[in-house]
């Protein structure tokens, strides 16, 4: 099982703030989502390799070759912010 | 008795790879372009969009690996590394964790204490961030501008063993590193510009423990020199603490230059989870026996064995050794000239004399420069016949390095030939020896050092273009008389 003090911490490494009440209700959701996943261990995976894939594909690759990029207006056309063609964040450390 | 301290330091590197692409898609790679200019959905991080490996990145990785002596995955694959940061437009960076290309390496290395071997633990493939621009400093900006550019090239980050116990062994590695990825071409290995880029782990431990001590990290060493500076600073701050009875905190450190020392940005990052997991957009990488033979055959003669050749085959001293395969291009200059001059020696003494001397000067490499191997093997062929003297050749040899001339048509020009005819020279030692009555009477009564003043005089009269064999036995033979 997972406690509050988890979901806090995988809240705070998403960037996200919770009020005490989300952080109960997703405490006992997420817990019965793993609780579900921990089913899996209870099949026989010896002599089964470990993958992380689903499709049966391997060594997709390009030739190194350039293509044509967006041009910058449409790069930039979402940016809440932008100056001299880049992108404008507001400040990045926190006081 | 105080306590004797030892250093222990790894080194990560990371190598930007000079693929013309990027590695996931196929936006230019090249550097100096406007801001944002070579951006793309898959390098903004796009809803989407989907990776594709380049190959050409791969090939590199693996060359890398064996020219580290790794022994290259069978199976790969890439992994999402997760943290946010503005230069990291998908939040998270496809790197790789568990299963990367290259692993269980080793080079060897020399300092003046000796010769070391370094373990190389990992090489793997991941995508370099952006570029952040913060206005003011990083502390006190109201913002900051972001260049996507950089996102997205590909990187090989290098991962040494902690082996090293000195700054000046880390600078050593590094130096090698650098060469042998040079000596690959898989990197233009810039460090001002980015190229290169290396962090430092290191802690000190009492002689004789085997368990490590607190680490710092060490970000921010920018060139060799800061490197090596860098280190030298931490073994002193943390022995310091040490022998006053503190405790090493462990965190990152970043290198100041201008105020040389190292501060703590202790802080200023979020503790380290990047929940790394396997990358679901990419498939996994299957490296067959077929590709690694492939690439082994592509890798030329490393900086370590073409040592080795120069002084074994070629009778170079080490010195010279070292100098002429420390730089790619001036070890490819020589071979290139030694196949029409085959003296390695004299050649040698050239190109680290007068070759050298003017490429610092003009802060050039041997490519920049008007001088072709076939041009100074023709030049020093001229030399050994007796077409020029060994100061003309000086004069020659700067001719040759401004204009890219070929020496023959110099010496045609100028006319710089050699004076070798008989007559020509004696009516000239004849002069010379009716103007200088003391220095003859001093040969005669058997000062033999006064010969030279003579010679000298017969080369200042010839400007240097007589023959200085011929001129020394014409003066014996009229003076003997």
Redesign the interface.
């Known amino acids: 099982m997972i406690d509050k003090k988890d979901v806090e911490y995988a809240a705070g490494?998403a960037?996200l703030k919770l009020t005490e009440s989300e952080k109960e209700k997703y405490t006992e959701q997420i817990g019965q989502i793993l609780n579900y996943v921990d089913k899996l261990g209870e099949l026989d995976t010896e002599g089964v390799v470990p993958t992380?894939?689903t499709?049966p594909?391997?060594?997709?690759?390009?030739?190194?070759?350039?293509?044509?990029?967006?041009p910058?207006e449409k790069?930039?056309a979402n940016a809440p912010?932008q100056?001299?063609?880049?992108?404008?964040?507001?400040?990045?450390?926190s006081d | 008795m105080s306590t004797k301290y030892e250093t222990v330091i790894g080194l990560e590197v990371h190598v930007q790879l000079a693929?013309?692409?990027k590695i996931f898609?196929?936006?230019?790679t090249e550097f100096g372009k406007?801001?944002?200019?070579?951006?793309?959905?898959v390098c903004?991080g796009l809803p989407g969009t989907l990776p594709?490996?380049?190959?050409?990145?791969?090939d590199y990785a693996i060359m890398a690996g064996l020219a580290l002596n790794c022994e290259i995955a069978d199976y790969s694959?890439f992994d999402r590394k997760?943290y946010?940061?503005?230069d990291l437009p998908k939040a998270y960076q496809i790197s790789q964790f568990d299963l990367p290309v290259a692993q269980n390496g080793k080079i060897k290395i020399e300092t003046e204490a000796g010769k070391f071997e370094i373990g190389v633990t990992r090489v793997h493939l991941e995508e370099d961030a952006g570029k952040?621009?913060?206005e003011g400093s990083?502390?006190n900006?109201?913002?900051?501008?972001?260049?996507?550019n950089r996102t997205g090239v590909p990187l090989i980050e290098i991962v040494s063993e902690p082996d090293m116990r000195t700054p000046a062994q880390a600078k050593a590695y590094l130096t090698e590193l650098k060469l042998i990825m040079e000596y690959l071409a898989i990197s233009d290995c810039n460090m001002e510009e980015g190229s290169l880029r290396c962090d430092a782990n290191i802690s000190l431990r009492p002689i004789g423990q085997e368990e490590f001590g607190t680490k710092a990290e060490l970000k921010n060493m920018n060139s060799f020199s800061a490197v090596e500076k860098g280190l030298t600073y931490e073994v002193k701050r943390q022995k310091d603490i040490l022998e006053s009875g503190g405790e090493v905190v462990q965190e990152t450190r970043t290198w100041d230059e201008a105020l040389g020392r190292t501060i703590s940005m202790r802080g200023?990052e979020?503790a380290h989870?990047y929940?790394y997991f396997?990358e679901?957009d990419?498939?996994?990488?299957?490296i067959s026996q077929e590709w690694k033979d492939q690439m082994q055959a592509q890798l030329p003669e490393l900086p370590r064995a073409k040592y080795q050749r120069f002084v074994t085959d070629l009778g170079l001293p080490e010195y010279d050794a070292g100098v002429l395969t420390g730089d790619r291009e001036l070890a490819e200059f020589f071979e290139a000239a030694l196949k029409d001059y085959n003296d390695p020696k004299n050649l040698s003494n050239w190109m680290m004399g007068e070759f050298l001397r003017l490429l610092n000067e003009n802060n050039q490499t041997p490519l920049d420069s008007g001088i072709t191997a076939q041009n100074l093997a023709k030049m020093l062929t001229m030399i050994d016949q007796d077409v020029i003297s060994g100061k003309i050749a000086k004069e020659v040899f700067e001719k040759m390095y401004t204009t890219g001339n070929d020496p023959e048509k110099i010496v045609e020009a100028e006319g710089l030939k050699q004076i070798s005819d008989q007559s020509e020279l004696e009516d000239i030692v004849a002069g010379v020896i009716a103007d200088n009555p003391e220095a003859v009477e001093d040969v005669q009564n058997g000062k033999d050092r006064a010969i030279g003043y003579l010679v000298g005089q017969v080369m200042k009269e010839t400007r240097g273009k007589a023959n200085p064999g011929m001129v020394n036995q014409l003066l014996r033979e009229k003076l003997k008389s």
Do not use: W
């Open positions: 490494l960037q992380a894939y499709v594909m391997k060594n997709v690759l390009r030739e190194d070759k350039v293509t044509e990029s967006l910058r790069t930039l912010d100056k001299d063609g880049q992108f404008r964040t507001p400040k990045i450390m | 693929t013309k692409s898609c196929g936006c230019s406007a801001p944002n200019e070579n951006t793309c959905p903004l594709v490996l380049n190959k050409k990145a791969v694959k997760n946010f940061y503005p952040l621009i913060h990083i502390d900006s109201k913002g900051s501008l972001v260049d996507y200023k979020e989870d929940r396997p679901p990419l498939v996994p990488l299957e």
